[in-house]
T-cell receptor
Framework: DTAVSQTPKYLVTQMGNDKSIKCEQN?????MYWYKQDSKKFLKIMFS???????INETVPNRFSPKSPDKAHLNLHINSLELGDSAVYFC???????????FGPGTRLTVT | SQELEQSPQSLIVQEGKNLTINCTSS?????LYWYKQKYGEGLIFLMM?????EEKSHEKITAKLDEKKQQSSLHITASQPSHAGIYLC???????????FGKGITLSVRP
């Protein structure tokens, strides 16, 4: 059984398009995260939600909009995609305040 | 903001050799977390260190925390091809603060 799942695994799209990545966890965690890993493998947090409420919002362009319909889901919508958005996006979850985070397999986004 | 420097950037070792990688924080550590990432996959939690001098082991991997130096080391004994991957350290500067990650160390183990 997959603990943290993301869809799609790969996403290739053109500049200017709008796309969404979905994340679901079945671990009963109340906190979920979106991370971006660039081509140099540098992993940076983008957003964190606790019980559907935004608690961490790093300096991310407002083209990126997370949405958490419930504790088990955190989706990421990206408007007007740019070349620099190409990266691997990871979803993760944990209990609130815990740093033992469980990561999804990642979504490799390529913007052409 | 907290920054983590990992060294070396990459490492290639022969199977069976021991190795040590390091993670140094620019700020006081509230906790230090080691993760491993295999190519094309997500991160897997390895160990958490919170107290100065703390040492934890899991199978052939041992991690230590030197609170004064704001540094952690991860030691692998008798490395195997299964140890290959990217090792990332993550740290928090206070309770409930975000987790900041280092750039990772790519480890290759030659059979």
């Amino acid at each position: 059984d997959t603990a943290v799942s993301q869809t799609p695994k790969y996403l290739v799209t053109q500049m200017g398009n709008d796309k969404s990545i979905k994340c679901e966890q079945n671990l009963g965690h109340d906190t979920m995260y979106w991370y971006k890993q660039d081509s140099k493998k540098f992993l940076k947090i983008m957003f964190s939600y606790n019980n559907k409420e935004l608690i961490i919002n790093e300096t991310v362009p407002n083209r990126f909009s997370p949405k958490s319909p419930d504790k088990a889901h955190l989706n990421l919508h990206i408007n007007s995609l740019e070349l620099g958005d190409s990266a691997v996006y990871f979803c993760a979850s944990s209990h609130f305040g815990a740093y033992e985070q469980y990561f999804g397999p990642g979504t490799r986004l390529t913007v052409t | 903001s907290q920054e983590l420097e990992q060294s070396p950037q990459s490492l290639i070792v022969q199977e069976g050799k021991n190795l040590t990688i390091n993670c140094t924080s620019s700020k006081t550590l509230y906790g230090l977390y080691w993760y491993k990432q295999k190519y094309g996959e997500g991160l897997i939690f390895l160990m958490m260190l919170q107290k100065g001098g703390e040492e934890k082991s899991h199978e052939k991997i041992t991690a230590k925390l030197d609170e004064k130096k704001q540094q952690s080391s991860l030691h692998i004994t008798a490395s195997q091809p299964s140890h290959a991957g990217i090792y990332l350290c993550g740290a928090a500067s206070s309770a409930n603060s975000k987790l900041t990650f280092g750039k990772g160390i790519t480890l290759s183990v030659r059979p």
